[in-house]
């Protein structure tokens, strides 16, 4: 069972423009969720996080908003960047337990010049 | 500090062999996990320590799977009679509670079995 989905394996975008990353979830567990970013060869790299208990979460380019009645997440990025392009994984931690995350299957972004 | 660090970052083994790996987690952290990721796929959880226990593994974890953190400070991963089906990249990440942040993962172990 797919309890975190990103439905779109791939996005382009023209440098300059907004990104847009969703992702959606069926646990009502989880009180945090979280974006990586996945460079080829690398391990992935915490960029923003944002607590069940808030809508929106900002930090420089990156904005992430939550709707929880649609159990839906988004990222922004404005401007895209040619650096920006990367594997980008949605997470959400489930309370209980371990506290391990859940992470969807990725969106490869290409910033394109 | 220089982050989470896994050894070696690139495994080549032959089915039916044994392979470890090891992680060495940021050193005040205290919980440690193990994931695999396999292409196109997000990371999957395997098993969770919290200092030198073991308190959660995944279904995923077979019987040929092996974890352990002796001491709480670095871990071992170990892969018994490997198959084809073991290959994938094996990602440690280290936190500490109770952080909202997020953990630091490794840089990751490529293993594949031929």
């Known amino acids: 069972d797919q309890q975190v989905k990103q439905n779109s394996p791939s996005l382009s975008v023209q440098e300059g423009r907004i990104s847009i990353l969703n992702c959606d979830y069926t646990?009502?567990?989880?009180?945090?969720f979280l974006w990586y970013k996945k460079y080829p060869a690398e391990g992935p790299t915490f960029l923003i996080s944002?607590?069940?208990?808030?809508d929106k979460n900002e930090d420089g380019r990156f904005t992430v908003f939550l709707n929880k009645s649609a159990k839906h997440l988004s990222l922004h990025i404005v401007p895209s960047q040619p650096g920006d392009s990367a594997v980008y994984f949605c997470?959400?931690?489930?309370?209980?337990?371990?506290?391990?995350?859940?992470f969807g299957q990725g969106t490869r972004l290409t910033i394109n010049p | 500090d220089t982050g989470v660090s896994q050894d070696p970052r690139h495994k080549i083994t032959k089915r039916g062999q044994n392979v470890t790996f090891r992680c060495d987690p940021i050193?005040?952290?205290?919980?440690l996990y193990w994931y695999r990721q396999t292409l196109g796929q997000g990371p999957e959880f395997l098993t969770y320590?919290?200092?030198?226990?073991?308190?959660?593994k995944s279904r995923l974890l077979s019987d040929r799977f092996s974890a352990e953190r002796p001491k709480g400070s670095f871990s071992t991963l170990e892969i018994q009679r490997t198959e084809q089906g073991d290959s994938a990249m094996y990602l440690c990440?280290?936190?500490?509670?109770?952080?909202?942040?997020?953990?630091?993962f490794g840089s990751g172990t490529r293993l594949t079995v031929v």
């Open positions: 990440a280290s936190s500490f509670i109770p952080g909202d942040y997020g953990y630091t």
């Open positions: 646990n009502s567990m989880f009180d945090y």
């Open positions: 944002i607590s069940s208990i808030k």
């Open positions: 997470a959400a931690r489930d309370i209980q337990g371990a506290q391990k995350l859940v």
């Open positions: 050193s005040e952290h205290n919980r």
């Open positions: 320590f919290q200092n030198e226990a073991q308190l959660e």
